[in-house]
């Protein structure tokens, strides 16, 4: 599987992300909040991400943009969790709902637990 994260990835549309917190499923796993829906229309992505880091917080946009790839990275190297083989595509929200930067490790492995739960 190709292992970059294309701009087509990413959820952008207003309408989209209304619909999504509105009538999407949520999944708490610390410290992550994972808001997820099925979308009917089929387009040539299997999923679309929203990364979101509360600037309430961290102030400093230096730390939210950290974070921010962090999570961006993971799910970049295993994209093939979030593949769906059916002809719907997934509209995921990943909120960070911490207060203290995390390492790596501990973003990837906490990340990870949290995406499995979606299947």
């Not at 190709?2 to 701009?7: I, L, P, V, Y």
């Not at 992550?32 to 929203?50: A, C």
């Not at 974070?67 to 979030?82: C, I, T």
Request: no cysteine.
């Amino acid at each position: 599987m190709d292992q970059s994260f294309q701009k087509e990835l990413r959820l952008t549309h207003k309408k989209e992300i209304d619909k999504l917190f509105s009538s999407g499923k949520r999944i708490k796993s610390h410290p992550f909040i994972i808001i997820y829906s099925e979308v009917s229309q089929k387009t040539e992505v299997p999923f679309k991400l929203l990364i979101s880091v509360p600037k309430r917080n961290f102030k400093k946009a230096v730390d939210r943009n950290y974070l921010k790839r962090r999570v961006r990275e993971v799910v970049r190297k295993n994209k093939e969790l979030l593949s769906s083989k059916s002809d719907k595509t997934l509209h995921i929200a990943i909120l960070y709902s911490f207060n203290i930067k995390l390492e790596y490790n501990k973003i990837e492995t906490n990340l990870l637990e949290a995406l499995k739960k979606i299947q």
